[in-house]
Protein backbone atom coordinates (compact mmCIF):
# COMPACT_ATOMS: atom_id res chain seq x y z
CA UNK A 1 0.00 0.00 0.00
CA UNK A 2 1.22 3.57 -0.54
CA UNK A 3 1.47 5.89 2.15
CA UNK A 4 1.08 9.99 2.04
CA UNK A 5 2.95 11.62 4.57
CA UNK A 6 1.32 15.62 4.98
CA UNK A 7 3.04 17.89 6.60
CA UNK A 8 2.80 20.30 8.62
CA UNK A 9 -0.51 19.15 10.21
CA UNK A 10 -1.73 22.74 11.02
CA UNK A 11 -0.70 25.88 10.24
CA UNK A 12 -1.51 29.68 10.97
CA UNK A 13 -1.45 32.41 8.27
CA UNK A 14 -2.51 36.21 7.46
CA UNK A 15 -4.62 37.46 5.71
CA UNK A 16 -2.62 37.84 2.35
CA UNK A 17 -0.07 34.87 3.20
CA UNK A 18 1.90 32.71 1.04
CA UNK A 19 1.16 29.13 2.55
CA UNK A 20 2.26 25.51 1.43
CA UNK A 21 1.82 21.90 2.24
CA UNK A 22 3.54 19.25 1.16
CA UNK A 23 2.94 15.44 0.90
CA UNK A 24 5.46 12.45 0.31
CA UNK A 25 4.12 9.29 -1.35
CA UNK A 26 6.12 6.08 -0.05
CA UNK A 27 6.60 5.55 -3.62
CA UNK A 28 6.90 6.80 -6.86
CA UNK A 29 3.21 8.08 -7.64
CA UNK A 30 3.55 9.60 -11.74
CA UNK A 31 1.96 12.56 -10.92
CA UNK A 32 -1.24 11.26 -9.52
CA UNK A 33 -1.89 13.63 -6.65
CA UNK A 34 -5.33 15.42 -6.01
CA UNK A 35 -5.88 18.12 -3.43
CA UNK A 36 -9.29 18.79 -1.56
CA UNK A 37 -10.09 21.30 0.86
CA UNK A 38 -12.87 20.69 3.32
CA UNK A 39 -15.20 22.77 5.63
CA UNK A 40 -16.24 21.72 8.72
CA UNK A 41 -19.39 19.19 8.49
CA UNK A 42 -19.35 19.68 4.54
CA UNK A 43 -17.92 17.19 2.10
CA UNK A 44 -14.51 17.44 0.69
CA UNK A 45 -14.11 19.50 -2.18
CA UNK A 46 -11.63 18.97 -5.09
CA UNK A 47 -9.45 21.70 -5.89
CA UNK A 48 -6.81 20.21 -7.97
CA UNK A 49 -5.93 17.03 -9.85
CA UNK A 50 -3.27 15.32 -11.51
CA UNK A 51 -0.59 17.53 -9.31
CA UNK A 52 -1.29 20.76 -10.93
CA UNK A 53 -4.51 21.13 -12.93
CA UNK A 54 -7.02 23.40 -11.72
CA UNK A 55 -10.53 21.77 -11.72
CA UNK A 56 -13.48 24.58 -12.54
CA UNK A 57 -14.20 26.86 -9.92
CA UNK A 58 -10.82 27.12 -8.20
CA UNK A 59 -9.32 30.53 -7.68
CA UNK A 60 -5.80 30.77 -9.63
CA UNK A 61 -4.52 31.57 -5.83
CA UNK A 62 -4.40 27.92 -5.72
CA UNK A 63 -1.48 25.68 -6.96
CA UNK A 64 0.20 22.16 -7.24
CA UNK A 65 3.70 21.27 -8.05
CA UNK A 66 5.77 17.76 -8.13
CA UNK A 67 6.76 14.58 -9.05
CA UNK A 68 8.09 11.14 -8.09
CA UNK A 69 7.53 10.86 -4.57
CA UNK A 70 7.36 14.77 -3.26
CA UNK A 71 4.28 17.25 -3.95
CA UNK A 72 3.61 20.28 -3.28
CA UNK A 73 0.28 22.81 -2.74
CA UNK A 74 0.29 26.50 -2.32
CA UNK A 75 -2.42 29.00 -1.69
CA UNK A 76 -0.74 32.64 -2.25
CA UNK A 77 -2.65 35.30 -1.16
CA UNK A 78 -4.64 33.60 1.73
CA UNK A 79 -8.57 34.86 2.28
CA UNK A 80 -10.89 34.09 4.69
CA UNK A 81 -12.89 31.52 2.77
CA UNK A 82 -9.42 29.61 2.63
CA UNK A 83 -9.41 28.82 6.30
CA UNK A 84 -10.44 24.74 6.33
CA UNK A 85 -8.79 21.82 5.99
CA UNK A 86 -6.47 20.15 3.33
CA UNK A 87 -6.21 16.73 2.26
CA UNK A 88 -3.77 15.50 -0.60
CA UNK A 89 -5.08 12.16 -1.97
CA UNK A 90 -3.08 9.56 -4.13
CA UNK A 91 -4.53 7.74 -7.12
CA UNK A 92 -1.88 6.08 -8.74
CA UNK A 93 -2.45 2.73 -7.24
CA UNK A 94 -5.83 2.63 -5.13
CA UNK A 95 -6.77 5.51 -3.13
CA UNK A 96 -4.58 6.97 -0.14
CA UNK A 97 -5.39 10.42 1.77
CA UNK A 98 -2.63 12.17 3.75
CA UNK A 99 -3.34 12.88 7.56
CA UNK A 100 -4.68 16.49 6.26
CA UNK A 101 -3.82 19.91 7.47
CA UNK A 102 -5.76 22.30 9.53
CA UNK A 103 -5.04 26.42 8.58
CA UNK A 104 -6.29 28.53 10.64
CA UNK A 105 -6.01 32.31 11.08
CA UNK A 106 -3.05 33.85 12.90
CA UNK B 1 -26.08 17.69 -12.86
CA UNK B 2 -24.37 14.92 -10.81
CA UNK B 3 -26.05 14.66 -7.79
CA UNK B 4 -25.52 12.07 -4.89
CA UNK B 5 -27.81 11.94 -2.16
CA UNK B 6 -27.02 9.66 0.40
CA UNK B 7 -29.25 8.67 3.52
CA UNK B 8 -29.55 10.13 7.23
CA UNK B 9 -27.86 9.52 10.46
CA UNK B 10 -27.71 5.84 12.28
CA UNK B 11 -27.57 5.19 16.01
CA UNK B 12 -26.84 1.70 15.89
CA UNK B 13 -25.54 -0.95 18.86
CA UNK B 14 -22.12 -2.51 18.75
CA UNK B 15 -22.68 -6.45 17.23
CA UNK B 16 -25.39 -5.15 14.97
CA UNK B 17 -25.33 -4.26 11.08
CA UNK B 18 -25.76 -0.93 9.62
CA UNK B 19 -27.14 -0.01 5.75
CA UNK B 20 -26.55 2.88 4.04
CA UNK B 21 -27.44 4.63 0.52
CA UNK B 22 -26.05 6.87 -1.89
CA UNK B 23 -28.99 8.14 -4.75
CA UNK B 24 -27.26 9.29 -7.51
CA UNK B 25 -28.36 11.25 -10.31
CA UNK B 26 -27.59 13.71 -13.24
CA UNK B 27 -25.83 10.82 -15.36
CA UNK B 28 -25.84 7.46 -16.20
CA UNK B 29 -25.59 5.12 -12.78
CA UNK B 30 -24.04 2.23 -14.86
CA UNK B 31 -21.06 4.26 -16.38
CA UNK B 32 -19.40 5.04 -13.13
CA UNK B 33 -17.93 3.58 -10.48
CA UNK B 34 -19.05 4.64 -6.56
CA UNK B 35 -16.97 4.81 -4.14
CA UNK B 36 -16.95 4.62 -0.13
CA UNK B 37 -14.79 6.85 1.98
CA UNK B 38 -14.76 7.00 5.51
CA UNK B 39 -14.13 10.00 8.04
CA UNK B 40 -13.77 9.51 12.12
CA UNK B 41 -14.64 12.25 14.49
CA UNK B 42 -11.52 15.01 13.92
CA UNK B 43 -9.68 12.61 11.52
CA UNK B 44 -8.76 11.87 8.62
CA UNK B 45 -10.10 10.40 5.08
CA UNK B 46 -9.93 6.43 4.64
CA UNK B 47 -11.18 4.57 1.17
CA UNK B 48 -13.15 2.21 1.62
CA UNK B 49 -13.72 0.93 -1.54
CA UNK B 50 -15.83 1.18 -4.61
CA UNK B 51 -18.29 -1.15 -6.90
CA UNK B 52 -18.86 -0.20 -10.55
CA UNK B 53 -22.64 -0.50 -11.02
CA UNK B 54 -22.79 -1.68 -14.74
CA UNK B 55 -21.42 -5.03 -13.60
CA UNK B 56 -21.36 -5.69 -9.60
CA UNK B 57 -17.51 -5.15 -9.98
CA UNK B 58 -16.10 -4.20 -6.01
CA UNK B 59 -12.58 -3.36 -4.78
CA UNK B 60 -12.33 -3.00 -1.48
CA UNK B 61 -9.57 -1.30 0.48
CA UNK B 62 -7.65 -4.63 2.45
CA UNK B 63 -8.04 -2.95 6.05
CA UNK B 64 -12.21 -2.84 4.95
CA UNK B 65 -12.45 -6.66 4.12
CA UNK B 66 -15.34 -8.29 6.19
CA UNK B 67 -16.11 -5.13 7.35
CA UNK B 68 -18.03 -3.18 4.10
CA UNK B 69 -20.19 -5.10 1.77
CA UNK B 70 -21.01 -2.45 -1.12
CA UNK B 71 -24.08 -3.45 -3.71
CA UNK B 72 -25.52 -1.18 -5.87
CA UNK B 73 -29.61 -1.78 -7.36
CA UNK B 74 -29.14 -0.35 -11.29
CA UNK B 75 -33.12 0.46 -11.21
CA UNK B 76 -33.24 2.78 -8.67
CA UNK B 77 -29.33 3.98 -9.69
CA UNK B 78 -28.92 3.72 -5.62
CA UNK B 79 -25.42 2.69 -4.44
CA UNK B 80 -25.71 0.95 -0.81
CA UNK B 81 -22.44 0.09 2.46
CA UNK B 82 -23.50 -2.10 4.35
CA UNK B 83 -21.24 -2.37 7.73
CA UNK B 84 -21.06 -5.38 9.65
CA UNK B 85 -20.20 -6.54 13.45
CA UNK B 86 -20.48 -2.76 14.35
CA UNK B 87 -17.91 -1.35 17.19
CA UNK B 88 -17.39 2.05 18.78
CA UNK B 89 -14.69 2.37 15.82
CA UNK B 90 -16.65 2.33 13.11
CA UNK B 91 -18.56 4.97 14.53
CA UNK B 92 -17.56 7.85 11.48
CA UNK B 93 -19.43 9.78 8.81
CA UNK B 94 -19.31 7.81 5.75
CA UNK B 95 -19.14 9.60 2.18
CA UNK B 96 -19.67 8.14 -1.25
CA UNK B 97 -18.24 9.84 -3.67
CA UNK B 98 -17.64 9.44 -7.93
CA UNK B 99 -14.75 10.55 -10.36
CA UNK B 100 -15.32 13.16 -12.56
CA UNK B 101 -13.93 11.66 -15.65
CA UNK B 102 -10.64 10.18 -16.81
CA UNK B 103 -7.49 11.03 -14.42
CA UNK B 104 -10.11 12.92 -12.13
CA UNK B 105 -10.98 11.36 -9.08
CA UNK B 106 -13.14 12.30 -6.45
CA UNK B 107 -15.07 14.84 -7.91
CA UNK B 108 -18.29 14.65 -6.63
CA UNK B 109 -19.37 13.87 -3.27
CA UNK B 110 -22.43 13.15 -1.21
CA UNK B 111 -23.06 15.20 1.67
CA UNK B 112 -22.17 11.95 4.62
CA UNK B 113 -24.20 9.87 6.55
CA UNK B 114 -23.06 9.81 9.60
CA UNK B 115 -23.07 6.28 11.92
CA UNK B 116 -22.71 6.13 15.77
CA UNK B 117 -22.50 3.05 17.28
CA UNK B 118 -23.62 3.41 20.90
CA UNK B 119 -25.38 0.68 23.60
Known amino acids: DIQMTQSPPSLSASLGDKVTITCQAS??????IAWYQQKPGKAPRQLIRYTSTLVSGTPSRFSGSGSGRDYSFSISNVESEDIASYYC????????FGAGTKLELK | QVQLQQSGAELVKPGSSVKISCKASGYTFTSYDMHWIKQQPGNGLEWIGW????????KYNQKFNGKATLTADKSSSTAYMQLSSLTSEDSAVYFC????????????WGQGTLVTVSS
Open chain 1, 27 to 32: QNINKY
Open chain 2, 97 to 108: ARRGGYNNPFAY
Open chain 2, 51 to 58: IYPGNGNT
Open chain 1, 89 to 96: LQYDNLYT
